[in-house]
């Protein structure tokens, strides 16, 4: 999941360098924008949303190359989904919060449920395949 850990340490080291110059945390201003001016404007709620489109299928991506690597076996599209509000939430955490460490932090968590989810997988699996093959299938 390098790549993941990436694209948000990338948004952590943005919002961290902009509050250390001014004391505050901005937000995505993609993400501010958006949820201002998308019942408002029609142009700026596809733009904003193309945006996110991209962030996702980026993610997306990441998550396609880490199953070829044999590291994630999930479903890919609605877990980038999931990855990618993880992140506009925590960057609206750390906005509100005015804390950019809260992007940190949640990331180091969405990665270990991520893993948690497919070592349950891996154990569910092993499960399934010991009871086939002691019912002698």
Request: neutral net charge; hydrophobic residues 45%.
């Amino acid at each position: 999941f390098v790549r993941i850990r990436q694209l948000f340490a990338r948004h952590h080291a943005l919002q961290a360098a902009v509050f250390k110059a001014s004391g505050f945390v901005p937000g995505c201003p993609f993400l501010n924008l958006g949820s201002e001016m998308s019942t408002l404007d029609d142009l700026v709620r596809e733009r904003v949303g193309e945006i996110m489109r991209r962030q996702v299928a980026y993610i997306e991506s990441a998550l396609r190359e880490a199953q070829q690597d044999g590291d994630f076996d999930g479903e890919p599209v609605q877990t980038a989904r999931s990855l990618f509000a993880s992140l506009s939430g925590l960057m609206l955490q750390a906005k509100i919060g005015n804390r950019p460490d809260v992007i940190q932090d949640g990331i180091e968590h969405a990665l270990s449920c991520l893993s948690h989810a497919a070592s349950r997988d891996l154990v569910e699996t092993a499960r399934r395949s010991n009871a086939l093959a002691a019912s002698g299938i």
